[in-house]
């Protein structure tokens, strides 16, 4: 693990990794949601999901999810805000 990041809780994942990571389909920022312990693209509206730790960024793992919830909720790590500050 990345010393000295901070650890998301139930994922093993670091903020700092989160952070770094894009869709892959969009190639736009990630969020993490703890109410689903996923990721998620708002650009595309598609949740991936991360599974004993390893996220599962592969395309056909990712489902489609409604409106309602792409908006950024108050549970989620929202990685673009940290890219603007750097």
Known sequence: MVRGSEILSKTGISKTL?????????KQPLRFCQKSNSLIS????VSYPIVDGIPHLVPHDGKMIDSDTATVPNDSVDSSDSKKDS
């Open 18 to 26: 989160v952070e770094i990571m894009v869709c892959p389909l969009s």
């Open 42 to 45: 708002d650009a595309i509206g």
